[in-house]
């Protein structure tokens, strides 16, 4: 893998630090006018999520990180593993641990395309798309003539997820969710 | 980014208006003072030997990183205060607060101190900004403050610890210089908004500032002043003893030579200067854009530059 020095940090450059595959968000060149140049960086930890922030010499180099973002079709889950496919073509198949998925989980939808990043052909982590039709499993019973306003109550997807939704909602409706908010959005109708 | 896309300038038409106001306050300020203007060479046969700034070479020559050692030829030759603005370049300097080539404000004053020097300092830019207060800080209180520790007394390993809690990664071992420039750094954008002097720098940093012996402590006469985190102006009570400045020179060459660094010849113009001898004087050299960007209140230098460096 190619090393990088500090004056090709970029956002969105992916290396490894500290043994974690990271996304840099930002670098700043800092230098003292009659001291040592340094470079002031902000990571993503693409395992965790979490932001790191390193101070490094200038021209000091870090190691690239084979990270690769890609479009997969979500198969199924074995009770272990959440499979995912390639969707360009090659049919190639990934099964995704836990912790890459994270709380992605309870979006997952058979068929449906999330971005999958692959770090050195391993998932480290799944994002759904934004928005995903879940069919809602279980909330109490509808109360017919509010359609409009007011109140929410709790409903249970088929995925599991528990969100907010109207009151008139019942069980068997198939619902449009954002999954960046997790809010209900909207009622699909055939 | 493609050339044809990028054309017009980086800063606002407004704020073309807004530096021309304060290049021309700026020399009046100066004018009232008696203070005379002066243009020194831009690329010239020699250049700095700091092993923290490189030069920028061109046909044989060295745009020049400060206007500092012709005008101490100038004063040295009997010229009265004397101040100069204009543009100075630095390799490899670019960011937020940086761009390889700025406009450079230096002014000399006869028979001043550090401190006397700092009080015009504090009167320009209370003329350029608005006025406020100041705060004077010596470089070991400063880092005692925000890391409770003395500089004097701590171990590299000390160092190292702090360097590591700040989040440093350095490949090979840190030097204590380097440990000292990181916390600087780190305890000046701590300290957040508002005007700070650092004085009394350790020795060994003194540049060409001179060292003043006298005291308990030693220290260099040499002061920094940082406005909301940003360094603006650097001052010295200018070294004049030529063999001190010498051997200064001969130490800078061999830190460039360890470091691997690209070695120019030390400028012997400047020492038969001082050995003619430099009058009793304060110089200070402050960066005129980043002055103007706190004045405008802009995030970085970019947006007061006609063209940024990506743009020139």
């Known amino acids: 893998m190619a090393t990088y020095a500090t004056n090709e940090f970029r956002p969105g450059l992916k290396v490894l630090l500290e043994g974690s595959p990271c996304s840099i968000l930002e670098n700043e060149f800092v230098k003292p006018g009659k001291g040592q140049a340094f470079s002031r960086v902000k990571f993503r930890n693409l395992n965790t999520g979490r932001v790191w922030e390193r101070t490094f010499r200038s021209g000091e180099t870090i190691e690239g990180a084979d990270v690769l973002e890609t479009d997969m079709e979500y198969l199924y889950n074995d009770g272990e593993f959440w499979h995912f496919m390639k969707t360009d073509g090659s049919y190639e198949q990934f099964e995704a641990a836990a912790a890459a998925v994270g709380d992605a989980r309870q979006w997952l939808k058979e068929q449906d395309v999330c971005s999958v990043t692959l770090w050195n052909d391993s998932p480290i982590s799944v994002v759904p798309p934004n928005f995903v039709e879940l069919q809602v499993a279980e909330t109490d019973p509808g109360m017919r003539g509010d359609t409009a306003q007011g109140g929410n109550k709790p409903a249970t997807l088929s995925t599991g997820a528990v969100i907010k939704v109207p009151l008139f909602i019942e069980i068997g409706e198939v619902l449009r969710i954002d999954t960046r908010t997790g809010e209900y959005v909207s009622r699909v109708r055939d | ?312």
């Open chain 2, 1 to 312: 980014m493609s050339e044809a896309h990028d054309w017009p300038p980086s800063c606002a038409i407004e704020t073309l208006h807004a530096r021309a106001a304060a290049l021309a306050a700026t020399r009046a300020f100066f004018a009232e003072r008696g203070v005379l203007e002066v243009n020194t060479p831009v690329l010239a046969s020699h250049t700095v030997l700091d092993p923290a700034i490189e030069s920028i070479a061109v046909g044989g020559r060295y745009l020049q990183t400060s206007p500092e050692y012709h005008m101490k030829r100038l004063l040295a030759a009997g010229a009265p205060s004397i101040y100069q603005l204009g543009p100075v370049f630095r390799q490899g300097e670019q960011g937020r607060w940086h761009n390889p080539e700025f406009l450079m404000l230096e002014w000399y004053r006869l028979d001043f101190d550090a401190n006397r020097l700092m009080l015009e300092v504090e009167e320009l830019v209370d003329c350029l900004l608005s006025p406020a207060p100041y705060l004077c800080i010596p470089y070991r209180q400063l880092l005692a403050d925000r890391f409770d520790i003395d500089i004097d007394t701590a171990s590299v390993d000390d160092l190292a610890d702090i360097c590591a809690q700040l989040g440093y990664k350095a490949s090979s071992t840190s030097r204590t210089e380097e440990a000292l420039d990181l916390m600087l750094a780190a305890a000046l954008a701590d300290r957040g908004e508002g005007r700070v002097f650092v004085t009394e720098y350790p020795p060994d940093q003194a540049a060409l500032a001179r060292v003043n012996a006298s005291k308990r402590r030693p220290h260099a006469e040499r002061f920094e002043l940082v406005i909301n985190g940003v360094e603006i102006a650097n001052g010295y009570h200018e070294l004049a003893d030529p063999d001190e400045l010498a051997q200064r020179m001969a130490a800078d060459t061999e830190k460039r030579r360890a470091s691997g660094l690209c070695v120019p010849k030390p400028d012997e113009r400047l020492l038969a200067a001082q050995r003619h001898g430099l009058p009793n004087c304060a110089g200070v050299a402050l960066g005129f854009d980043r002055l103007l960007a706190l004045k405008l209140g802009t995030d970085g230098i970019s947006p007061v530059l006609a063209f940024d460096w990506n743009r020139a």
